[in-house]
């Protein structure tokens, strides 16, 4: 069993597969069952469930820390 990943609003989630505008990065906005994310290259919102969410992730990019300690999943 995995232990859900600690997001937080704020973070950086970097995904497998990049948007229509290229961009693989998008913001957290909003954590829950359901996963509201704002694309940082158009600024189109997006709301996954969780489970897709994790699935499409490749890593986090915590908005307290630098870039430094990017996680890999
Ligand atoms: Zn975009």
Redesign the pocket.
Known sequence: MKTPLPWQPGDTARLKKP???G?TDWLVQRMGMDVRLQ?L??G?QLLLKRLDFEKMVRSRLPATDENTKIELF
């Open positions: 948007h229509a505008c961009c694309c290259g158009c189109k």
